[in-house]
């Protein structure tokens, strides 16, 4: 139980924080244990009802179908399609790339530089921008590179945002709504293949629930501690931790 303990610490503070949680769960899991796919896709769906009641408010707008929710919607399918489709089409050389260090590494370096961009191209943006179909078929070819270890969903996503001049809190509530089908898309594929093929999911269901509660309630703290330091201009400082995970991850993996 202390392992999936551990893991689901690893998730909650690694999901919303442009640091990859995928990314650390693939170093957490090449130096100690194998985690089941299942499980790592567990943990997104606890992260995910943290993020339903964080925006719950975002959420009830665009369910009301009110004329002005159409555009959202649009952006939302328009964002969604590139990580749906390439997640679909390389499942399996995405499961590969989770247990190769120099994946993850590489993954990591290239977060820390997009990142640290934002603190130079989101000054030379004056003029704020809505989010229109144009920025999030960007903003969701960007996502999909969090597909591989190391590249933070949430880093790409806020940080193609701020490049095209959308304004900050909309940048992170935008990133936050595409989180919702890019977990239930993932949690079902994985769902339907382990049902597909009779696979047994060998983790006590007591361990599960703790798990959950877990990643739920830290991810409700790191969802409202990436907000407070979006607003105060600090984004661009989680380059220097990716960065040195980055670092760290490589020199780990020449040593093997």
């Known amino acids: 139980m202390l392992n999936e303990i551990a893991m689901s610490i690893i998730q909650a503070a690694t999901e919303f924080l442009p640091v990859s949680s995928d990314g650390h769960l693939a170093l957490y899991s090449n130096l100690f244990s194998q985690p089941s796919l299942f499980f790592i896709t567990f943990l997104h769906i606890a992260s995910l009802l943290a993020v339903i009641i964080f925006i719950r408010k975002e959420i009830k707008f665009i369910l009301s179908f009110r004329k002005e929710t159409y555009r959202l919607w649009l952006c939302i399918i328009i964002a969604t399609i590139p990580g749906a489709l390439i997640g679909f089409l390389a499942k399996d050389l995405i499961e590969q790339a989770f247990s190769s260090l120099l994946v993850t590494g590489i993954g990591f ?9 934002t603190k130079i191209k989101t000054k030379e943006n004056r003029k704020e921008m809505r989010i229109n179909s144009k920025n999030s078929f960007f903003i969701g070819l960007m996502q999909s590179l969090a597909l591989l270890p190391g590249v933070s969903r949430s880093g790409m996503t806020i940080s193609t945002a701020l490049f095209s001049g959308i304004e900050k809190e909309k940048a992170v509530k935008f990133s936050f709504l595409l ?3 890019l977990a239930l898309g993932a949690f079902s594929l994985e769902m339907l293949d382990y049902y597909k093929n009779n ?3 060998n983790i006590p269901i007591t361990t599960l629930l703790i798990s959950f509660v877990i990643c739920f309630l830290l991810s409700l703290l790191f969802l409202n501690l990436l907000t ?8 661009w400082m989680f380059s220097f931790y990716c960065y040195l995970i980055g670092i760290i991850t490589l020199i780990l993996y020449f040593i093997q």
Not at 109 to 117: R, S
Not at 228 to 235: G, M, N, Q, V
Request: a positive charge; proline letters at 9%; charged letters at 15%.
């Open 228 to 235: 407070y330091i979006i607003k105060k201009d600090k984004f």
């Open 109 to 117: 370096l290239f977060t820390g530089t997009i990142i640290l961009f």
């Open 199 to 201: 696979i047994p999911i």
């Open 179 to 181: 989180f919702i089908p």
